[in-house]
């Protein structure tokens, strides 16, 4: 955050993450609804002290990262995708990402909802595929160029339950069609990564229908428009 202050950023990066079929994606969607019609944010906007509010992703915000998106995703790509070059891959897309997209539009004061960022890297990279998680932080170093959020929302659901929500929404990609104990790692690696971080993260409980959670998000989010913009959220 200091980081974002030195560079004159006023946006807001605020991050979903978690393991497959958390509902990021539906939560993000809510969230985004929530935001535009809340009548604080709404005055914010009058202001000028949020000019706009987006949702984006990775892999996959920019023209490239949706190519790159591609070789990551394929389930039957020309030849295996090497463990190293999944890594480079994902690393590769997010550069693109905060370069081009994510730090202008914080530049000007945009508050951006994004569907994973540097976490991912480490819980799936790291803790999935068991590569050095030292060159994993040096390399998220290099892409994310010190832009780090303003909030994460970890959504944690067991494993056994989101990926029985993501296969049934019908065909897995690449990712979704790891082993069991690949998944584990991964939320293990989640929690390992959020209880050492130092940014703020919330984590969610995911387990309950939509409507639930996405009140669970409401209620934390709310904790921090109120630190962020006390005035025009007074607790
Ligand atoms: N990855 C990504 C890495 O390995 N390293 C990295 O550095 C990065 C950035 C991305 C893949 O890349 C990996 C992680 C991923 O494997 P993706 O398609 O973007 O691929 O996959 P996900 O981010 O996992 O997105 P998904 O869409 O698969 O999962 P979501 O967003 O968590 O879940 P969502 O909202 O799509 O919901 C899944 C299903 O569950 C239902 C929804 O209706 C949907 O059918 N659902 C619920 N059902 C019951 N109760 C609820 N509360 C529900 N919420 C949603």
């Given at each position: 955050?200091?980081?974002?202050?030195?560079?004159?950023?006023?946006?807001?990066?605020?991050?979903?993450?978690?393991?497959?079929?958390?509902?990021?994606?539906?939560?993000?969607?809510?969230?985004?609804?929530?935001?535009?019609?809340?009548?604080?944010?709404?005055?914010?906007?009058?202001?000028?002290?949020?000019?706009?509010?987006?949702?984006?992703?990775?892999?996959?915000?920019?023209?490239?990262?949706?190519?790159?998106?591609?070789?990551?995703?394929?389930?039957?790509?020309?030849?295996?995708?090497?463990?190293?070059?999944?890594?480079?891959?994902?690393?590769?897309?997010?550069?693109?990402?905060?370069?081009?997209?994510?730090?202008?539009?914080?530049?000007?004061?945009?508050?951006?909802?994004?569907?994973?960022?540097?976490?991912?890297?480490?819980?799936?990279?790291?803790?999935?595929?068991?590569?050095?998680?030292?060159?994993?932080?040096?390399?998220?170093?290099?892409?994310?160029?010190?832009?780090?959020?303003?909030?994460?929302?970890?959504?944690?659901?067991?494993?056994?339950?989101?990926?029985?929500?993501?296969?049934?929404?019908?065909?897995s990609d690449r990712m979704e069609?790891?082993?069991?104990?690949?998944?584990?790692?991964?939320?293990?690696?989640?929690?390992?990564?959020?209880?050492?971080?130092?940014?703020?993260?919330?984590?969610?409980?995911?387990?309950?229908?939509?409507?639930?959670?996405?009140?669970?998000?409401?209620?934390?989010?709310?904790?921090?428009?109120?630190?962020?913009?006390?005035?025009?959220?007074?607790?």
């Open positions: 955050m200091a980081e974002i202050a030195q560079r004159g950023m006023t946006g807001k990066l605020i991050v979903m993450e978690g393991g497959e079929g958390g509902g990021k994606t539906t939560q993000l969607r809510y969230l985004h609804r929530w935001l535009c019609q809340l009548p604080a944010v709404q005055s914010l906007q009058a202001e000028g002290q949020i000019t706009d509010i987006v949702v984006t992703r990775e892999p996959g915000g920019t023209l490239t990262g949706q190519r790159i998106r591609q070789l990551l995703l394929d389930t039957s790509p020309e030849e295996p995708l090497s463990d190293r070059s999944e890594l480079l891959l994902y690393a590769a897309d997010r550069a693109q990402h905060v370069d081009h997209w994510l730090k202008p539009r914080l530049a000007a004061g945009v508050w951006i909802l994004c569907d994973r960022y540097s976490a991912s890297t480490v819980a799936y990279q790291g803790y999935g595929r068991k590569l050095d998680l030292t060159l994993i932080d040096q390399l998220n170093q290099i892409a994310t160029g010190g832009l780090v959020s303003d909030l994460t929302l970890w959504l944690d659901v067991p494993v056994d339950v989101g990926l029985g929500r993501a296969q049934a929404r019908g065909e069609q790891a082993s069991l104990a690949f998944h584990q790692r991964v939320r293990q690696g989640f929690s390992q990564v959020f209880a050492q971080a130092t940014y703020p993260v919330e984590q969610i409980d995911a387990m309950s229908d939509e409507v639930t959670v996405a009140q669970h998000i409401q209620a934390a989010m709310l904790r921090w428009l109120s630190q962020w913009y006390p005035t025009h959220f007074p607790g």
